[in-house]
Every structure is written in C-alpha cells, then in structure tokens.
C-alpha cells in the first residue's frame, strides 16, 4: 500500500559494519522493484535496481535481495561509511511505459563513527 | 551534469499567494512527474504527463495544476497555497523503469 507513516524507523550501525534495510512490498504483480538513497533536502537518488526474474542483484558495495514469495525486499551495504547516512526507499512498480511507484514508508540509516 | 533540474530550490509564498515551481530536464524522457514530499514521509505522486497527455491522481486536491509547454519543461502551479501545502517538491522524469529525481524545491508558506 502507500506510506503512511509519520515516523520513520532508525537504523543506528558502526562505521564499517555491513547494513541491512528491509522493506515488505504490497503489490504482487510489481515486477521492478528500486531502491533510493535521500539525504536531507535532496532529492531521491537511484542506488540499485531488481526485476521479478532475478532474486539477487549486486552493485559496488550495495546487494539486493527480492523474496517473491513473501513479498520482501532488502537492500545490504557492506563496510558501512558516514556518506551513507540518509533516508532509503524501496519502489516497486510495473516495467515498461509508464510506471506508477509505490514507495515504502522509508528507513533512516544512522551512521557511527 | 544536472539532468533534472528544478527552481527554485527553496520558494517562499504568502498564505493564499499563487505560486509557481518550475522542473527541466536534460534527459528527453517522456514522462514527468510532480511530487509532494513531507517531513519524514516517502514522496506522494500529485500528477504525471505521459508525452502531453496529462494524468492526476485521485486524491490530488484541485488547488495543485500542472503545465507541460514541451518535453523539457513542466511547471507545478499552486493556486492559493495553504499552510498544509508546506513541503518539498520532487519533480522526477522516466522513460522506462527508473525514475530520476530532481534536487526538489522545498516550499514555505506563511
């Protein structure tokens, strides 16, 4: 469904540490699915995609996971470093023509020195 | 390289006070997307053009209007901006799949 929350979760880690952010997804016909990286007063930033044929998917320092069968999706960030303290987003939506996404409610990833 | 462009980047307006957020992109993407984003919540869709062809969502309330004079350029229009319209503005573009955001234009009202 769409986010709704007015709070967003805290994910507090030590820099260097590997990071797991979870999003549980709505929609069982989503096919795409993209997580966003947002930092204070900017705007979303892409970091990795996955589509509904692949259930791992790996960029620099950042792997995707998608379990159809639950409806989840992670996204993993290894060696965890203070740039990589934001707001992420999954998506998911339909490939092809237009696309509607359906945003999470968002995770706020806290990183400590 | 800004591929998505947005201006103002921060836009302050009387209650009551039409006012207007320009978005450009560099991408030649066919569709574009107008956003509302609050503090500490995921962006909400107002509207999208697909090409010319204009599509709002249900839920958008008729104070939000949005023009697009050519593929590069579209404008959110917001005709008498209350107190609850203070927010952040993404505009976003797409050709296929991903979406590319802007920087947003985070707008006060007073």
């Known amino acids: 469904g769409e986010s709704v929350g007015l709070h967003l979760p805290t994910l507090s880690v030590q820099e260097g540490d590997n990071s797991i952010i979870n999003c549980a997804y709505s929609?069982?016909?989503?096919?795409?699915f993209i997580w966003y990286k947002q930092e204070s007063g900017k705007g979303p930033q892409f970091i990795i995609d996955?589509?509904?044929?692949?259930d791992k998917r790996q960029g620099q320092r950042v792997t995707v996971l998608l379990n159809k069968t639950v409806k989840h999706l992670s996204l993993q960030i290894a060696a965890t470093q203070p740039g990589d303290s934001a707001v992420y987003f999954c998506?998911?939506?339909?490939?092809?023509?237009?696309?509607?996404?359906?945003f999470g409610a968002g995770t706020r990833l806290a990183v400590h020195p | 390289d800004a591929m998505v462009i947005q201006n103002p980047r921060y836009q302050v307006t009387q209650f009551g006070k039409p006012v207007t957020l320009s978005c450009s992109q560099t991408l030649n993407h066919n569709v574009m997307y107008w956003y509302q984003q609050k503090s500490s919540q995921a962006p909400k869709l107002l509207f999208h053009?697909?090409?010319?062809?204009?599509?709002n969502e249900a839920d958008t309330p008729d104070n939000f209007q949005s023009r697009r004079p050519n593929t590069s350029f579209c404008f959110l229009d917001i005709r008498s901006p209350g107190l609850g319209d203070a927010a952040m503005y993404l505009c976003a573009t797409s050709r296929e799949g991903e979406q590319f955001f802007g920087p947003g234009t985070r707008l006060t009202v007073l």
């Open positions: 996955i589509r509904s044929n692949m």
């Open positions: 998506a998911e939506t339909h490939s092809g023509g237009y696309n509607k996404l359906i």
């Open positions: 053009y697909y090409d010319k062809d204009f599509n």
């Open positions: 929609n069982s016909a989503s096919d795409y």
